[in-house]
């Protein structure tokens, strides 16, 4: 059974930092993209990181301030996430696509994880 758990989750002072970890288990090990999203209450889910190989992609709201990598070994994707805004402040979702795709499609992901708070107060 395929599982991907997020963690690393918080609250946090606007300028702060963050780093989620999104470990994965059941057979996802040969995944062709894996990619971070994240909601806000009352928006749509929206694509904020995606990795393909060495390959990353960026939502402009976060390019110089997330930085995803992976640690193949670990089965483990990261998200180190700094400079912190309100704006920033969104439930965080890990997701893994076999076949790959547009990376901020949610239809191109085929696992998701359940989610992880991020908070940035003023």
């Known amino acids: 059974q395929v599982q991907l758990v997020e963690s690393g989750g918080g609250s946090v002072e606007v300028g702060g930092s963050l780093r989620l970890s999104c470990t994965m288990s059941?057979?996802?090990?040969?995944?062709?993209?894996m990619g971070w999203f994240r909601q806000a209450p009352g928006k749509e889910r929206g694509g904020v990181a995606a990795?393909?190989?060495?390959?990353?992609h960026y939502a402009d709201s976060v390019k110089g301030r997330f930085t995803i990598t992976e640690d193949r070994a670990e089965n483990t994707v990261f998200l180190q996430m700094s400079s912190l805004q309100p704006e920033d402040s969104a439930v965080y979702y890990c997701?893994?696509?076999?076949?790959?795709?547009?990376?901020?499609?949610?239809?191109?992901?085929?696992?998701w994880g359940q989610g992880t708070q991020v908070t940035v107060s003023s």
């Open positions: 997701a893994a696509s076999m076949n790959g795709g547009l990376w901020n499609k949610l239809s191109t992901y085929d696992y």
């Open positions: 059941g057979g996802v090990a040969h995944h062709h993209l």
């Open positions: 990795l393909v190989n060495t390959y990353t």
